[in-house]
């Protein structure tokens, strides 16, 4: 405890700590493998369809069915774990998680069932809420921005599902679910010894439902969740949907719409870091703007339907770039500007709403491809979106102040 005691007392003086990298590295591990789990009915979806016979709606219903109840899951479980702490949030979240991943097995031959068994995968995405309030409680103000990104290449872990998923299944049907199961078991076992809450962390007192009303009360919470909504939204509605289009509008097998859609999710991984590190140096309601520029931009191009190599190859990844960048500098201005104490609850909302615009949009392109048979009105949409989010980061959070 002295040595914990020790290390939390640098962080405070501005020196990361070796406990502050333990626990950014291990936190970072995790939301890897659980965002693996989040993600491992979209990879096989198009086998799903043509298996079931399903429609492209229903579709993108199961695969939009984890991303929302693991966004909304965000509220309770960063509530959660302002009061119970990472160390026991994170192993217990992980190992539960392990439950609907294996149920896929028994699923996967039933369209209810395997809605169900999503819905249950969704806890799997709520981890982000509670790897924000640990690292962001480790890292002093001047770092938090960078460890946040670093953090954020968790999602990466949706890039992971999408190129080893179906590959894995191509040796055997069930073995990507006992694969991400075993992983899920070995790091929760990790995670309980490695993982440590800060000793002098700030353990609220008010019940659950007043801490969530403060942070609902705070005008920044619903500011911020609207920006996390573009930036984020985007990363996971593309990484579940991206494989579907890829194969439906340009005719890819599903391996080869898998490994595209893996290597657009590289891209929001790295350049998710760089976003917060350029809001370590410039105000991050700016790089916001920058980034969301680009985003709207590029969606333009590839509303116009451009052939895939290489237009519409360099559209995508330069759209990944500004979304990644964006998830990374919203996340820095959530640590600049919330109370330590309701980290937890302001990352719940505002990760829930960004999930919720992961939701959204693949069940919009699925109606909008049934109804017209072209994607076009999506991608216009979300430059739209992008542009609007764009303006209101250069004119309005840049008026907020950064804490000391």
């Known amino acids: 405890m002295e040595t914990e005691q020790t290390e939390a007392a640098k962080a405070a003086d501005g020196k990361p700590s070796a406990a502050a990298y333990r626990n950014l590295f291990v936190a970072t591990l995790g939301f890897m493998l659980t965002f693996w789990a989040w993600d491992l009915i979209a990879p096989l979806a198009v086998g799903y369809k043509e298996r079931l016979g ?3 709606f229903q579709q993108s219903l199961l695969v939009a069915i984890p991303v929302l109840v693991g966004s909304v899951g965000r509220i309770p479980v960063g509530a959660l774990t302002d009061r119970y702490g990472a160390k026991l949030m994170f192993p217990l979240v992980s190992a539960l998680t392990v439950v609907p991943v294996l149920l896929l097995i028994p699923a996967r031959n039933s369209y209810p069932m395997l809605l169900l068994v999503g819905f249950l995968l969704g806890l799997g995405g709520t981890t982000f809420a509670i790897g924000v309030p640990l690292v962001n409680s480790w890292f002093p103000p001047a770092r938090r921005g960078f460890a946040l990104g670093v953090f954020g290449m968790g999602m990466g872990g949706v890039a992971l599902s999408g190129y080893f998923t179906p590959r894995i ?8 679910f006992v694969f991400v199961a075993v992983a899920l078991v070995v790091f929760a076992a990790l995670g309980a010894v490695l993982i440590t809450d800060r000793p002098d962390r700030i353990v609220p007192a008010a019940s659950l439902s007043s801490r969530l009303g403060q942070a609902g009360r705070l005008r920044v ?4 969740s609207a920006l996390y909504a573009i930036g984020f939204g985007g990363v996971v509605a593309f990484g579940v949907y991206l494989p579907t289009y890829l194969k439906t509008w340009y005719e890819l097998q599903p391996t080869d719409a898998g490994t595209k859609a893996a290597g657009f999710a590289l891209v929001t991984v790295l350049f998710r870091p760089l976003g917060g590190r350029l809001s370590d140096r410039f105000h991050p309601a700016l ?7 680009a985003v709207a931009l590029f ?17 995508l990844l330069a759209m990944a770039a500004g979304l990644g960048t964006a998830g990374g500098s919203v996340f820095a201005l959530v640590s600049q500007v919330t109370p330590q ?4 609850s302001v990352t719940g909302i505002v990760g829930a709403v960004g999930g919720l615009g992961g939701f959204v949009p693949p069940l919009l392109m699925g109606a909008i491809y049934s109804a017209k048979d072209s994607y076009s009105i999506g991608y216009m949409l979300l430059s739209d979106l992008a542009l609007a989010g764009c303006v209101y980061a250069y004119v309005r959070m840049r008026t907020l102040r950064r804490t000391a």
Do not use: C, K, R, Y
Request: glycine letters at 6%; proline letters at 7%; charged letters at 5%.
């Open 341 to 344: 104490a309701q980290v937890g």
């Open 54 to 56: 399903l429609s492209s």
């Open 287 to 293: 790089v916001t703007a920058v980034a969301l520029a």
């Open 169 to 176: 299944a191509a040796h055997g049907e069930n073995l990507p």
């Open 221 to 224: 919470t619903w500011e911020l």
């Open 299 to 315: 969606a333009i191009v590839q509303a116009f339907d451009p052939a895939l190599a290489p237009v519409g190859t360099i559209a």
